[in-house]
């Protein structure tokens, strides 16, 4: 994929529809169907977002291409590190603010907030040297 042919804002609103659509799809298919509250269909959401926030930046930043360089495992454990957090952040934050009496939108930011803290801390974690430069 050519990163110049659109500028960073269009490849993370491609990428974030995309991964959108596809949690939606999980939702519909497998999540509703197996009984899980509609009030935890955003985590799947979550999860995804928090991929493409993630690996847009490090794909399309020039300084961060060494990141590249690591083996197939690493970075699929990576993915698994950002995937795990993004779920358990933003599931813990619907478990610990649904009794509240927050409207469902102000949940549902409070999650994308907690799931994507959790899942970029955890992808820093195993990944402190693409950030030094900016330390």
């Known amino acids: ?27 519909i298919a497998v999540l509703g169907p ?9 985590v799947t959401i ?3 977002m928090s991929l493409v926030l993630i690996y847009t930046g490090v794909w399309y930043d ?20 950002v995937v795990i957090g993004a779920a358990v952040g933003s599931a813990l934050a619907i478990v610990a603010i649904s009794d509240i009496g927050l ?3 102000v949940q549902d930011v409070i999650a994308m907030v907690a799931g994507f ?8 974690w195993r990944n ?7 330390d």
Do not use: C
Request: glycine share 10%.
């Open 128 to 134: 402190p040297e693409l950030y030094r430069a900016e």
């Open 103 to 105: 409207s469902r939108i």
């Open 34 to 42: 197996a009984g899980l509250s509609e009030e935890y269909f955003v």
């Open 62 to 81: 020039d300084e961060r291409a060494q990141y590249w360089e690591h083996s197939t495992e690493r970075v699929f454990g990576d993915v698994v590190f």
């Open 1 to 27: 994929m050519d990163k110049e042919r659109f500028p960073r804002w269009g490849w993370l609103l491609i990428g974030l529809f995309g991964a959108t659509m596809v949690a939606n799809l999980v939702n």
């Open 46 to 48: 979550i999860t995804g």
């Open 117 to 124: 803290v959790l899942s970029w801390g955890l992808f820093w």
